[in-house]
């Protein structure tokens, strides 16, 4: 999403590096191209005066560090401007109540039935038992859409049958979650193309029937500054507590998450990173604001592997690597795990782009395709060719080909790079003789 932005910022970092001290003259350039590249990612105007004249006032004022160079002291600055921007810190929900209620509000098409679905499996991860209401009347797809999702993500969904009164549906939803022993209830409004009487007069009726502890404006990041003015005309209407943003890992450019905060006045709680349910996030302002200079998320990257992984099979893969038995079924696991936790460009995307990482990080480094096809070729094999590849021949790898749509050029190829693997490892296996893998730092074991 922030992609020209943390493009455009980092430019002027790099710029700045080798200068030994912090000029007028240095500080003037770096906030002309910073309140550029604001601008250019679709940030609101008066937001950007604002960002830009305490920056400058911080700057001014702060004595560069011996040990720091003018673009260390800029970045920090500008790192920290950026968090305050971006809401200070990670807004939790308010879960209070039995059972407790949130209402999800925002235009057709934001995305917010498959964000109420999201928000279900998040909570349910966590262990909450949510109950989602399909009072969204409206648009004639809602109910059926929420209840194809709620099966997806093992949530069941309040059927409003032929109730045509929004108010009394999502009343009706609360009163089913206290029967059923649901502990939170997530209630999927109306929307329209545009905000209008009508529906503020129905979305206000119903959020006050149901009272609920979280009022979450939904919100396009796609649509860039026109989601901003629809939070607001929500924002004058209801009694919004923070916003969720849709669509981030679309071609966004940024300015809806930087320009929201500041001008609703409440925070972004989460957002969505992928069509996936599983693709859902709280929003935590410190990262993002690493991640748009280029200082990576490491924290965002551990919990990934630490959702993802097993600890069980990552300390057994970890044995069989130091023993020198790593098959391609060890592979084709690992694989799988990286796979889950999303497109590798996305992981990569989490590292700092400075330093080791420089080159790791850049998305023409991954090769997406090339990995699939991998994985492609390990599934086509037999347990046994996994165990032992040393069985494969002619006939074999052409009956893998066929199989994983590729050939036995690329088996080939494949086989040759596990050999240099083992051969590695098997060097490497001389070093860390003794070892206590007891002791190796894995994720911690899920739940």
């Known amino acids: ?101 949130i209402a999800l509000v925002g235009l057709q098409g934001s995305g917010k039935t498959t964000s109420a679905a999201k928000l279900a499996l998040h909570l349910s991860s966590r262990d909450r038992y949510p109950l989602l209401v399909a009072a969204d009347l409206s648009r004639p797809a809602a109910v059926s859409q929420l209840k194809v999702l709620g099966r997806q993500v093992g949530v069941p969904v309040f059927d409003p049958g032929d109730r045509k009164d929004p108010v009394a549906v999502a009343r009706d939803g609360v009163a089913e979650a206290k029967l059923t022993g649901r502990d939170t209830v997530i209630v999927d409004t109306a929307g329209r193309l545009h905000i209008d009487e009508d529906l503020m007069r129905e979305v206000r009726a119903v959020v006050d029937a149901i009272e609920p502890r979280e009022v979450l404006f939904v919100a396009d990041a796609m649509t860039g500054q026109d989601a901003v003015r629809s939070a607001s005309g929500f924002a004058a209407a209801l009694p919004l507590t923070g916003v969720i943003l849709t669509k981030t890992d679309g071609d966004a450019r940024g300015g809806a998450a930087l320009s929201v905060v500041s001008t609703v006045g409440k925070p972004i709680k989460f957002v969505g990173v992928g069509e996936k349910p599983e693709e859902f996030e709280p929003f935590h302002p410190d990262r993002m604001a690493s991640r748009i200079l280029g200082l990576g998320d490491v924290l965002t990257f551990i919990e990934k592997v630490e959702a993802q992984v097993d600890a069980g099979k990552a300390q057994e893969i970890a044995r069989r690597t130091v023993s020198g038995e790593f098959t391609l079924e060890d592979l084709r696991e690992q694989l799988q795990s990286v796979k889950k936790m999303g497109p590798v460009s996305g992981l990569l995307d989490l590292l700092p782009k400075t330093g080791a990482f420089r080159g790791l990080s850049a998305p023409e480094s991954v090769d997406e395709e090339g990995l699939t096809r991998v994985s492609a070729i390990i599934d086509s094999m037999t347990p046994e060719e996994r165990r032992y590849p040393q069985v494969l021949n002619g006939s074999r790898k052409k009956r893998i080909a066929g199989g994983s749509g590729t050939s036995v050029a690329e088996i080939n190829r494949l086989l040759k790079q596990y050999l240099q693997m083992k051969k590695l490892m098997k060097t490497a296996r001389k070093g860390v003789r003794g070892l206590d893998l007891s002791k190796l730092p894995l994720p911690a074991p899920k739940g």
């Open 1 to 101: 999403m922030f992609e020209s932005l943390s493009d455009g910022v980092q430019r002027v970092f790099k710029e700045l590096r080798g200068e030994g001290h912090l000029t007028e003259y240095h500080l003037d350039t770096a906030l002309r191209q910073i309140r550029l590249s604001l601008l250019s990612a679709d940030v609101a105007l008066p937001v950007v005066k604002q960002f830009i004249a305490r920056v400058k006032e911080k700057a001014v004022g702060a004595r560069v560090l011996q040990h720091l160079s003018p673009a260390q002291e800029v970045t920090r600055i500008v790192r920290d401007e950026l968090v305050e921007l971006l809401g200070s810190r990670l807004a939790e929900l308010d879960l209070s109540g039995r059972p407790a209620v």
